[in-house]
């Protein structure tokens, strides 16, 4: 009985791990095309605040950015930034006009499903 409570708490630990290994990226065409991400957590099973944002990643290295407001004072917003896949991660501007970046790791990825990790916030997305 001991050592199937000493095994247990390895075999938890070992699927918790598994389920959050990051996804390595080959090349943007991984990700290209349009995104819907429809919430964002601070944690991976957080509370998910919904969002109404679409990404669509361009074959030039563009990510167009469109925002749509929920309440209705600005209607939309659309942003161009520059993203790069470097090391398996996305690589998208902080702040459009500037050069700063900030890594984004994939940490799931199906055909129509993508959660990224970015420094602060973890983004759900399905494929429009």
Do not use: H
């Not at 390595?24 to 957080?46: C, F, H, M, P, Q």
């Not at 944002?53 to 917003?77: H, Y």
């Not at 991660?89 to 990224?116: A, F, H, R, W």
Request: glycine share 4%; hydrophobic share 35%; with cysteine.
């Amino acid at each position: 009985m001991k050592k199937y409570a000493k095994i247990v708490p390895l075999v938890a630990m070992f699927i918790s791990l598994s389920a959050t290994a990051d996804v390595d990226l080959k090349s943007n065409a991984d990700i290209l095309g349009r995104w819907k991400v429809y919430a964002e957590a601070t944690k991976i099973d957080g509370e998910q605040k919904p969002l109404t944002i679409e990404w669509d990643f361009k074959s030039d290295g563009i990510l167009k950015q469109t925002a749509t407001d929920s309440v209705g004072r600005t209607k939309e917003m659309k942003i161009d930034m520059k993203y790069t896949v470097e090391d398996g991660d996305i690589k998208k501007q902080k702040t459009p006009g500037q050069e700063k970046y900030e890594s984004c790791n994939i940490v799931e990825k199906q055909s129509t499903k993508m959660i990224l990790k970015c420094p602060f916030l973890y983004y759900f997305l399905t494929k429009i």
